[in-house]
Structures are given as structure tokens and as C-alpha cells.
């Protein structure tokens, strides 16, 4: 039995698309509502309106002897209705022979359209022709089958309705949006100066922020009277066009903060964690330099495919740009689980510490690709890089719980980053650590301002990588009997005076004479005498 349209995937997944019509009527809505709605809700509403168009259209169908066949005959005064055309109707106004010697006989009516104009069309026409096939008018998808409601409709098929509906709204002038909801600009309240200085003041009580919307409403006493959702809505666009106001919050909820009161390394990202794109040609790393990349998950390596939701638990080795900086990597797994939002930059959440339950203020900085905030819990556990991290999800939205496992500290050999004669020296050296590592990855830092000055010198010297990559390859194949040095390895020492990522490291190691496979993950340098 044939289908109504709006019960069909291809409707709504390869033909659908977004016309003025469907703009006019959201419209409308929202004119008529005077609150915004988000894209979800909206695809909603037009999914319901356009199955609601097809039911009503269906109602006023004519009965099927008025349908225009070419088969059928017309005479002079005969009024049709056309289904291709969206069943719009006409009067048959003259007729005349046919000339096509491919069809046969048959005859041309010409017919006078609802609006005037004037279509001619073939009637008599005995070839076969699928607007000759009778039309069904059922009711349902499939004999015994009800049809799909808008609500099933939606759950099925609202995503591709949403997606195309946001690029329509987003060509609309007097449409705004704002956390995920869409509003008519010319219905937005009158926000004044006064009001945004009244809401700068109650955040400058409030340490800066993060503050919800209404809070700072109640607290400042403006917009009273109005829909609590309309004031809402036109307070936070009003404080998103200040600069000094920053919506931090995540996903489904609008949180504000005062941008002069945020921590400088969220405005700003902090020098050590600066890449400057190395080009490279990624075809020269070989499958396992690929896998050791994608299990490094430096947040300026390619990102691999992420399938099913968001991962409950997440173990990272942490480098020394990120142990110095007081950061983590944003990278493809932990974008995931770390807060997200509609358009925010900067989003401001918690870190819970898993052994004490101590809440750390935190930012995902999207723009950088980095989690600041937890400086003083690194120090506190004196954790050298190459420390294995443990991220997990908490029930509550907007905190994540990080953890490292934990020993009583003993005194341990460790790769140790040093500065001698203006150069980056390495050596194995003990001291106490507290925290299981990866020790391919594992590099502590004595004196942390020398090394920030070296780096400050590679960086404005832009001494290539190359050459960073060869002095320290001959301290790390001092370091071991076979002269052998890990790629994790180097990379690990690389990001001491230099932030890089894998790829251009990895690359280097294949690409350049100077440096030998030796099997597995490891090399040599060739004038070291291995």
C-alpha cells in the first residue's frame, strides 16, 4: 500500500528540505509564544507542521475521477486536479492534436491554472506513463500498521530536521541565538547600560562568577515584571555583545563571568603549551609510529574517530609542557568528557580530587586545546612528568574526578632534564616519588626556571627540530648499553625546551639519515657507534 510522504525516511532524510514557508510559520510561533526555543524545539514544531500540512491536504483531495491522467480524456470546461503540482486545479480551455510520433496519437489540452496562468498538458496518451498509475490514499505505512506520529517522527528523523533547520535560521537576520535557543531580535527587551553596570557590579561581589542568568537578575533587580524567559534571554544577549562579560557555562546552562576577574593562562594560553604547526608528511609514519601516537593523545595530533558516548574513565601520561603549565591536554578522548557548550570559548567547571574530595576551579579552554586549573594540585603531590593521570565521570554535571596511583614515595632512578654550558643535558638521577609512571615517558625537572629559560632561547633563537632532536637522541643513547632510544621517549624530552607534538617528532625519525631503526619502537643515532 503506498505511503504518506511524511512516513518515509527519504522525506525526511534525503529530500527534506527548509523552505520560506517553514521559516514564516516558526515565526510566527515565536511571535506568538514571545519566548525562545531551542532547535529541538523547533524541529519539532515543523515536523508537526508539515505532517499536519500533508493530513489537511489529503482531507481536500478530490475524488480520483478528477485527477489528471494522460490517459483520460478532457473536454472544454472540465476542471483537473494535478498531484505532481501539489494538487493545485484548472479549467481546461482549448484543445489541439498531438504531434509526436513517438507516443502515437493523442491530444494537447490547454488548461487555465488556479492563479491564472496557462500549462498545456497530454491527454490520450496510451502509452504507458506513471502518472497514469491509480493513486492509494490509506492511512497507514503498511496494511495493519498505524502511522507514525510527529513525536515518533521526531525521535526518528529529528536530527536531520534540526541540523537543516539551524543552517536556515542562521541566514536569518532577525533571528538570534544564544546557548542553543533562537529568538527574534526585534523582540528583545531593552537592555540598557545601566542594567549591564548593575550586573558587572553583582559579579564583582560574587569573586567574578560563574553566576546563572537569573541570579544576577534577582540579585541586580532589573528586568522585573517581563516573562522570566524573555528577560532571561534578553539579558544574556545584551551581556554577551559586552566584553565584559564571558559565558563560561557548559552545555544547558548559561553561566557568566567577568572577564578581567578570569585567571590570565584561560584569556591567554600559557607560552609553554604555544605549537607552532611544523609541516610534515604524515604518510612517512609507519603503522606502529601511528598507533604510539594515537595512544599519546598529544591535543594537536590528528584526532582519531570517536564512536558510542562519552568514556567513563581516562588514563593519560602527563608531559612536562602541561606538569609546567598547570594544564591538561584537551584531546579527542577527553573532549568528551570534559564539559561542552553551544558557542562559549572558555568554560568554567570543577575537578574533584579523588582522595580528598577537594573541588578545584578548572577551565576547558577550547580555543587552546587545554584544562587549566590544577597547578597547585601538581605540586602538592610533587608529580614529575610521565605521571599515568586518571580522569573519570562523575554523576553530577560539570565535575570531573582526577586521580594518580598512589605509593608511599621511595627514592627511584628517573630521567632527569638539566641545564649545562647553555644546552639540554639528560642523566638518570634519584629522588622520592610518591606515583606510578610510564617510564618510557618519565622526565623530571630539577631546576624549572633553568629550563624555562632555555626554552625561551630555543624559542627565539627558532633553533629547528632537527637539531633538538639529535642532541638530546645522543644523551638518551648514553643512557642505555645498546644505545637504543624510545620514540615516546624523545618525544617526551623533545616537549621539555620545545612543545610538539608526535607527528613531526616521528616523522623526523624515519625521514632523516641520521637516525637508524633498530626494531620496534626504537633507534639509534648513526655516529653514535651503535
Not at 514571545?34 to 481536500?60: C, G, H, K, N
Not at 522585573?224 to 555583545?241: C, K, T
Not at 565584559?244 to 578570569?262: H, I, K, N, S, T
Request: proline share 8%; hydrophobic share 35%.
Amino acid at each position: 500500500m503506498a505511503q504518506r510522504q511524511t512516513q518515509t525516511a527519504q522525506y525526511w532524510v534525503e529530500d527534506f528540505q527548509v523552505t520560506q514557508e517553514d521559516i514564516d510559520y516558526l515565526y510566527g510561533v515565536l511571535l506568538e509564544l514571545e519566548t525562545p526555543l531551542s532547535i529541538d524545539e523547533m524541529a519539532l514544531l515543523l515536523v508537526r507542521y508539515r505532517t499536519q500540512q500533508e493530513e489537511t491536504r489529503l482531507s481536500r483531495r478530490p475524488k480520483q475521477e478528477t485527477l489528471y491522467r494522460p490517459e483520460s480524456s478532457y473536454k472544454v470546461g472540465d476542471e483537473i486536479t494535478f498531484p505532481a503540482l501539489g494538487y493545485a486545479t484548472g479549467k481546461v480551455i482549448d484543445s489541439r492534436p498531438g504531434d509526436n510520433p513517438d507516443y502515437g496519437d493523442f491530444t494537447v489540452i490547454k488548461v487555465e491554472m488556479e492563479g491564472g496562468q496557462v500549462a498545456e498538458f497530454a491527454s490520450d496518451l496510451k502509452v504507458e506513463h506513471i502518472l497514469n498509475q491509480e493513486e492509494e490514499t490509506t492511512a497507514s505505512t503498511e496494511e495493519g500498521e498505524s502511522l507514525l506520529t510527529p513525536e515518533e517522527l521526531f525521535i526518528e528523523y529529528g536530527g536531520h530536521v534540526a541540523e537543516a533547520l539551524e543552517a536556515r535560521l542562521a541566514e536569518h537576520e532577525d533571528l538570534v541565538r544564544l546557548a542553543g535557543r533562537w529568538f527574534p531580535r526585534s523582540l528583545l527587551l531593552d537592555v540598557n547600560i545601566g542594567h549591564l553596570n548593575l550586573a558587572e557590579a553583582v559579579l564583582d561581589l560574587h569573586g567574578g562568577g560563574p553566576m546563572p542568568t537569573r541570579e544576577i537578575m534577582a540579585e541586580a533587580g532589573i528586568l522585573e515584571g517581563a516573562s522570566e524567559r524573555l528577560a532571561e534571554f534578553s539579558l544574556n544577549y545584551a551581556l554577551q555583545q559586552d566584553e565584559r562579560f564571558d559565558e563560561v557555562g557548559p552545555a544547558g546552562q548559561v553561566l557568566w563571568f567577568l572577564r578581567r576577574m578570569e585567571p590570565e593562562e584561560v584569556l591567554t594560553p600559557p607560552p609553554r603549551l604555544r605549537y607552532d604547526p611544523i609541516p610534515y608528511d604524515p604518510d612517512l609514519l609507519t603503522p606502529e609510529l601511528r598507533e604510539l601516537e594515537q595512544e599519546i593523545g598529544d591535543e594537536h595530533s590528528p584526532a582519531p574517530a570517536q564512536r558510542g558516548g562519552p568514556p567513563d574513565e581516562i588514563t593519560l601520561q602527563l608531559i612536562y609542557p602541561h606538569r609546567r603549565a598547570g594544564t591538561l591536554p584537551l584531546s579527542a578522548q577527553l573532549r568528551r568528557m570534559f564539559p561542552t557548550a553551544y558557542e562559549a570559548p572558555r568554560i568554567r567547571f570543577t575537578i574533584v580530587d579523588a582522595e580528598s574530595g577537594e573541588e578545584l576551579p578548572s577551565w576547558v579552554v577550547r580555543p587552546g586545546g587545554y584544562v587549566y586549573g590544577l597547578g597547585d594540585w601538581f605540586e602538592k603531590r610533587d608529580l614529575p612528568a610521565g605521571t599515568y593521570l586518571i580522569l573519570r565521570r562523575m554523576d553530577e554535571p560539570g565535575k570531573v574526578q582526577i586521580d594518580y596511583l598512589k605509593h608511599k614515595p621511595r627514592k627511584e632512578w628517573l630521567r632527569t632534564a638539566f641545564v649545562e654550558n647553555g644546552r639540554l643535558r639528560i642523566d638518570n638521577r634519584q629522588r622520592p616519588v610518591g606515583a606510578e609512571y610510564d617510564e618510557l615517558m618519565v622526565i623530571d625537572v630539577e631546576d624549572p626556571e633553568a629550563i624555562d629559560a632555555l626554552w625561551e632561547k630555543v624559542t627565539k633563537q627558532n633553533i629547528p627540530l632537527e637539531r633538538l632532536m639529535k642532541d638530546i637522541a645522543r644523551d638518551l643513547a648514553a643512557l642505555n648499553p645498546q644505545g637504543n632510544f624510545h620514540a615516546k621517549t624523545l618525544y617526551s624530552v623533545v616537549n621539555v625546551v620545545r612543545r610538539c607534538p608526535p607527528g613531526p617528532i616521528f616523522a623526523q625519525l624515519v625521514a632523516l639519515p641520521e637516525f637508524e631503526h633498530v626494531g620496534g619502537p626504537y633507534w639509534q643515532l648513526r655516529d653514535s657507534g651503535g
